[in-house]
């Protein structure tokens, strides 16, 4: 009699995995981008990885109509229509002269390898000056204030915001940004407009946004808020980021559902198995799924 429970209620933990899983399983195609070595790809502004040695980069994407941007150093940036159904793409890119976007390009590399705030300083003075040369340069106002926020000077990551959507009025890149900038300066209610708007400016497709509004609603106690936001994010992102999986098992955790915990953790495995919430994840695991069983667990 408890073998045959054992194995129904493993069934429904299974069949509950399924059906948590299934709305983050659209149909997704795969799809090959072939340019420069080393190039930052972005899906529909959203940063989906990096070519290799070869010029190529293998991804997942919904069957749709999208917009495919890169950038190498030492090039034009370039933007092309991906049609519906395609599952290759090659983007030529040109070298550039361009100053502004050279230096620029300087600046995003070295705020990516900073590991401390001198290198960090560094790259928000390569921003500083590509805004020099090119005053109404979005991007490096949106990496100026990305960098500053990470130095922690809030009100000059602001001011940097300002600018860039002066440049581009309806910048959502911008706007996410200034949501972080608010919430790391402690003002949840900002940040949640900000990240909103950021939203809405975006046509609902801002991966950034949500998870940053995901966070505030955390940080206030709103858990079931959060999940929503989690689960846009990972839809938008087909699977390319695992961390959001962490994130929300741990909001599940917070609203005692371990079933749909176990789903999240267990995805993050999937995806990340040697990632840096691996060990942690499967250290609770085995008690989660007792919990998702319906067994009492005694402290």
């Avoid at 990496?143 to 009100?155: C, K, S, T």
């Avoid at 009025?169 to 949640?192: D, K, Q």
Wanted: one cysteine or more; charged letters at 25%.
């Amino acid at each position: 009699m408890n073998l045959c429970m054992n194995l129904c209620m493993k069934a429904v933990i299974t069949l509950t995995v399924l059906l948590f899983l299934a709305p983050s399983i659209k149909a997704q195609q795969q799809l090959v981008i072939t340019s420069e070595p080393n190039a930052i790809v972005w899906i529909d502004d959203v940063r989906r990885g990096t070519t290799d040695a070869a010029g190529k980069l293998t991804l997942k994407v919904t069957p749709r109509r999208h917009t495919v941007r890169v950038r190498a150093n030492g090039f034009k940036e370039t933007s092309v229509p991906l049609v519906a159904g395609r599952r290759a793409i090659s983007v030529k890119l040109l070298p550039t002269t361009n100053e502004a976007e050279l230096t620029f390009q300087k600046a995003e590399t070295a705020r990516e390898s900073a590991r401390d705030d001198a290198a960090r300083r560094t790259a928000a003075d390569l921003y500083r000056d590509s805004i020099k040369l090119n005053p109404s340069y979005g991007p490096a106002h949106v990496g100026l204030a990305r960098v500053l926020l990470d130095i922690g000077n809030f009100n000059d990551a602001l001011d940097a915001v300002d600018a860039a959507r002066q440049a581009r009025p309806n910048y959502a890149e911008a706007s996410a940004v200034e949501g972080r900038i608010h919430r790391e300066n402690g003002n949840a209610n900002e940040a949640i407009r900000s990240f909103r708007r950021s939203i809405r400016e975006a046509g609902g497709f801002q991966p950034e946004a949500h998870v940053g509004l995901a966070r505030v609603l955390e940080d206030k106690g709103q858990f079931a808020e959060a999940v929503v936001e989690l689960r846009a994010a990972i839809d938008q992102l087909s699977d390319s980021e695992p961390v959001i999986y962490q994130m929300l098992g741990a909001a599940y955790e917070k609203l005692e559902k371990p079933k749909q915990a176990v789903a999240a953790y267990e995805k993050y495995l999937q995806l990340a198995p040697s990632g840096s919430y691996a060990a942690a994840i499967r250290s609770i695991l085995d008690q989660l799924k007792r919990e998702a069983a319906g067994e009492t667990i005694i402290p």
